[in-house]
């Protein structure tokens, strides 16, 4: 017997009940065709992979960052320090270009009861995930890590280029909520003429969120999603910036 679905739930069903791991693949498209590999990811990601991998593997690392902003908020709350500083690793702040990975490894290491560190602890959380996401970009390499990591980048990359274009300093200041739909709307009404930057800042409007809010319970926006598409919009936002 064959199954094929495009239902990552029922597939995640099938795989823990009727059929053997080694039996579960994953199609992905490639520039010369359909590709097969072993499925990943099909029990809480973060748990059984991300996790042991957050100290040597950058894309795991990246990738971990909203499942433990999540934690954050459903531990403590959404005014904990901790919170906002993972905050701005997913929308650019102004604390944004100064955290380090340091920063994000104490995150780690308070909620998950650890004490490590990562060999590169004075660079930066930002140009991490950007460097990751243009290594991303560059290939087809198909992946959960990897296409959080491009929607990361993304989207701080159009935040980053709105912001410097609106250049309303008080205005980027009080946004409480939102920050992506909110920027969008400010530029498009100081900006309508550009007509094919508004269409692209949609096209991360849209795309981006479904790719960054995923927690162990829901993939399927993010399995659904292709990583043509995001690699596609990763370089059309580079080249905004």
């Known amino acids: 017997m064959v199954i094929m679905t495009h239902n990552f739930d029922f597939f995640r069903t099938v795989a823990s009940r009727f059929v053997k791991y080694p039996f579960c693949l994953m199609a992905s498209r ?19 992979d991300w996790k042991d991998g957050f100290f040597i593997d950058k894309r795991k690392k990246i990738a971990s960052i909203p499942f ?38 104490m995150i780690f290491n308070r909620l998950c009861q650890e004490d490590k560190q990562s060999n590169n602890q004075d660079a930066l959380v930002c140009d991490l995930i950007f460097d990751e996401a243009t290594a991303c970009s560059a290939n087809s390499e198909p992946g ?31 946004i409480q909520a939102n920050q992506t739909s909110k920027l969008i709307n400010k530029f498009k009404k100081k900006f309508p003429s550009e007509v094919d930057t508004i269409g692209t800042l949609g096209k991360v409007e849209l795309m981006t ?4 809010h995923v927690n162990s319970f829901m993939y399927e ?21």
């Open 68 to 105: 433990l902003r999540n934690l954050i908020e459903m531990t403590v709350g959404e005014t904990a320090a901790d919170y906002g500083k993972l905050t701005a690793m997913l929308h650019w702040k102004k604390a944004t270009p100064s955290i380090t990975v340091a920063d994000l490894d």
């Open 144 to 174: 959960l890590a990897n296409k959080i990591v491009l929607a990361i980048a993304i989207r701080l990359l159009s935040e980053k280029f709105m912001i410097e274009r609106i250049a309303d300093p008080d205005f980027v200041a009080s």
């Open 209 to 212: 969120p479904e790719n960054i």
């Open 30 to 48: 490639t520039s010369v065709g359909i590709k097969l590999e072993q499925a990943s990811g099909i029990k809480n990601v973060f748990a059984n």
């Open 221 to 241: 926006p993010i399995i659904d999603m292709s990583d043509d598409s995001l690699r596609r919009l990763h370089d059309r936002v580079k080249e905004l910036t």
